[in-house]
């Protein structure tokens, strides 16, 4: 089992920065590669970004790249996500998954909310 716990998010201005992270429970975190993904009102779940449980590969959603970055601290059990010139459309709740494999994803964490101001 692993529990995944999220913090850091809270309202924000446009243009300006936010680091997420995401604790894990559990002694096989560095087994899971990790996710954030990230829901908006009235729209679907959308991939943001993803990690190796390595940390030696990382994949974005088209809509961040170039603005944020995933990285990891396995003896720590932690995830983080470092989010800059944060837009309005960014806003939303930001969720962490972790995963053995490929395909679907075996943990969720309860999501924390982000808001960019204008």
């Known amino acids: 089992q692993v529990q995944l716990v999220e913090s850091g998010g809270g309202l924000v201005q446009a243009g300006g920065s936010l680091r997420l992270s995401c604790a894990a429970s559990g002694r096989t975190f560095s087994n899971y590669g990790m996710s954030w993904f990230r829901q908006a009102p009235g729209k679907e779940r959308e991939f943001v970004a993803g990690i190796s449980w390595s940390g030696g590969s990382t994949d974005y959603g088209d809509s961040v790249k170039g603005r944020f970055t995933i990285s990891r601290d396995n003896p720590k059990n932690l995830v983080y996500l470092q989010m800059n010139s944060l837009k309005p459309e960014d806003t939303a709740v930001y969720y962490c998954?972790?995963?053995?494999?490929?395909?679907?994803?075996?943990?969720w964490g309860q999501g924390t909310q982000v808001t960019v101001s204008s």
């Open positions: 998954a972790a995963r053995r494999g490929i395909g679907d994803y075996d943990y």
